[in-house]
């Protein structure tokens, strides 16, 4: 048994946010229903076509569900709605700020009728304030958050290169939901989630905002390198290939003084006697750094590294990270189903040894329609006539 077997979750979502929360919720064993607009479907189905002709957002988000496409707008949505919920114990919507209150499907619109429905609202900038109806995408939330000011080099800021803004707020609302089905069985009541991109990565950003507290300077974009801890970053080795080190404290650095560099004497060098003066003199120490290195291979600078118990790393590409010996070793991959046929699909991180979790297929376009349509009491002619009318 799953932890959410018998969890029903319906879903109006988009893009990343939403639909990573509930793919999380599928993998746990709820059934979620995605509701999409007939012929388009979710706009991140067409992003790309780089996952063997499916869109590779796509493919990541939205495993393990079942696809009913409906003109929310038709007529005949009301009542197919009201049927879901009605056997439904989530809805989690990220629609254009307001649309949902339009259909009726706000918390306070469904509470009455449905009270121990659990109502989670993903948005840009939360249900009220000042910026409530402003749109917002993953690279505005960065830049409006001040991720980007503080990422990328002194000359140019940089965005994340995944969502990280959708995955905060997916991650706030997978995880609040998951609280909030834990209270309802104890007061038996629903209650309304309000997920917010902004204050999602707001929070990620607490570390800078102390930092630059009361007036004090920020951390200043330091490229792939620690903007407050050096070293602690890239630095190429003799091959051309980049290897990742970082130290966290003065134990750490002399043995990298005295195992790596070979060099025992900088351990008591003033010029590098604390985090803090090795990071106002991080050009001098990079310069005696990549000379060491430069005589090195990637991997004898690994070597070295491993011997003397400093972090490091590889700097993957996509390629490598396809092949991550660990992630073989511990049998991380396996295969899905999809409209494209057989898909490699990633486990969850972190699953109790006391069940599989759902691997199930990515959904075609409307692939569930009919029978989640007769499931909730249409008949055959019914379920033709809303074809017909282009309701679903």
Not at 338 to 345: L, Q, R, T
Not at 359 to 379: E, K, R
Request: hydrophobic share 40%; net charge negative.
């Amino acid at each position: 048994m799953r932890p959410l077997d018998g969890i029903t979750v319906i879903t109006l979502e988009h893009a990343i946010a939403a639909p990573f929360c509930t793919r999380q919720l599928a993998d746990l064993g709820a059934r979620v229903i995605k509701v999409e607009r007939p012929g388009v479907g979710d706009f991140a189905r067409a992003y790309d076509e780089r996952a063997r002709g499916l869109a590779s957002h796509f493919v990541w988000t939205n495993r393990s569900k079942e696809s009913l496409t409906l003109d929310v707008k038709h007529e005949e949505a009301g009542p197919i709605l009201d049927k879901l919920l009605a056997g439904a114990d989530v809805l989690v919507q990220n629609l254009a700020p307001g649309a949902a209150a339009r259909l009726g499907l706000s918390y306070e619109a469904l509470r009455e009728r449905y009270p121990r429905l659990i109502v989670c609202d993903i948005s840009g900038y939360g249900a009220d304030g000042p910026y409530r109806d402003k749109k917002a995408y993953d690279l505005l939330i960065q830049s409006e958050s001040g991720f980007l000011s503080i990422t990328g080099t002194p000359d140019e800021p940089a965005k994340a290169g995944c969502s990280i803004s959708d995955i905060a707020a997916g991650m706030y609302a997978y995880s609040n939901i998951l609280a909030a089905l834990i209270q309802r069985g104890r007061t038996g009541q629903g209650c309304n989630i309000d997920v917010s991109m902004l204050e999602s990565m707001v929070e990620w950003m607490s570390f800078p905002l102390y930092y630059a507290m009361d007036g004090a300077t920020p951390p200043q974009r330091a490229g792939a390198a620690h903007a407050t801890i050096y070293p602690y970053g890239p630095f190429p080795a003799g091959d051309g290939k980049v290897v990742m080190l970082g130290l966290q404290n003065e134990r750490e650095w002399g043995l990298f003084c005295t195992k790596v560099l070979l060099q025992p004497e900088l351990a008591t060098d003033p010029k590098f006697a604390s985090n803090s003066a090795r990071t106002a003199a991080r050009d001098q120490l990079r310069a005696i750094i990549g000379e060491v290195f430069s005589t090195l291979t990637a991997e004898q600078v690994i070597e070295r590294l491993d011997a003397a118990q400093i972090a490091n790393a590889h700097m993957n590409d996509m390629h490598a990270l396809w092949n991550h010996p660990q992630l073989a070793a511990r049998h991380r991959w396996v295969e899905v189903g999809s409209p494209a046929g057989a898909m490699p699909a990633l486990l969850p991180p972190g699953v109790p040894n006391t069940y599989e979790p759902r691997m199930d297929p990515v959904p075609a376009l409307g692939q569930h329609t009919d029978a989640i349509l007769a499931g909730i009491g249409y008949g055959s002619d019914d379920i033709a006539r809303l074809h017909a009318q282009r309701a679903v």
